[in-house]
């Protein structure tokens, strides 16, 4: 199995609701990431956990808070968003270690619009 | 900053060859990864290059010079579903091994 699953697919919410984003791996990657991608931009890294411990926090506000309930589970819990906030929200997933983090593999994103 | 340059935009014929550059700064280089992105989609991942010289997969082939901080991707037999947008990707040792992104080339095919 080398798929990466999220839900949901589109997310429409306003800047008041509160929203959770879910990822889950069944390849027995040990590390997950939370990627923020604007139209005809890369991806921008958010959130990385290594072995199920946040390791990278790219300097994210706190309206948007990563979870990682087990190995294999990947949420982004959201909360008071601005409009500017709205994009495709990726999870990937990779072995860990050095020179295993580059290859990754990506969900199908979440596209969030924030209204 | 570590930039990584790859040109805006390509366009190819079907069924001809296409090179897309990749530049980097070569201090801390770790490896080199190409990803491919249809629109509106995730990025899929293409090649891995650590090491001087060519690794091939089928239609496409990475290469990559570490002294001279450059790569490219190279894809023959271009067909019309290779049309995509071309992630050139680098890790590097002060970066935590993080992937660092170029902005991406976008590369049309036409019949």
């Known amino acids: 199995d080398t798929e990466v699953t999220q839900t949901p697919k589109h997310l429409v919410m306003g800047m008041t609701n509160k929203k959770s984003l879910k990822c889950e791996q069944h390849m027995g990657h040990r590390a997950m990431y939370w990627y923020k991608q604007k139209a005809k931009k890369p991806p921008e890294l958010m959130f990385v956990?290594?072995?199920?411990?946040?390791?990278i926090n790219e300097s994210v506000p706190s309206r948007f808070s990563p979870e990682c309930p087990n190995s294999s589970l990947l949420n982004l819990h959201l909360h008071a968003l601005q409009p500017e906030d709205s994009a495709l929200y990726l999870c990937?997933?990779?072995?860990?270690?050095?020179?295993?983090?580059?290859?990754?593999?990506f969900g199908p994103g979440t596209r969030l619009t924030v209204t | 900053g570590q930039n990584i340059d790859q040109p805006t935009e390509m366009t190819a014929t079907e069924g001809a060859i296409v090179q897309i550059n990749c530049t980097y700064q070569?201090?801390?280089?770790?490896?080199l990864f190409w990803y491919q992105q249809h629109a509106g989609e995730a990025p899929t991942f293409l090649s891995y290059?650590?090491l001087d010289g060519l690794e091939e997969k089928g239609r496409f082939s990475s290469f990559l010079s570490r002294s001279k901080g450059y790569s490219y991707l190279l894809l023959k037999e271009l067909q019309m579903k290779d049309s995509a947008s071309y992630l050139c990707a680098v890790t590097f040792m002060d970066s935590n091994y993080q992937l660092i992104w170029g902005a991406g080339t976008k590369l049309i095919i036409k019949p």
């Open positions: 070569t201090s801390g280089f770790n490896g």
């Open positions: 990937a997933s990779s072995q860990a270690g050095d020179r295993a983090v580059g290859e990754q593999y």
């Open positions: 290059n650590v």
């Open positions: 956990y290594s072995y199920e411990k946040l390791s």
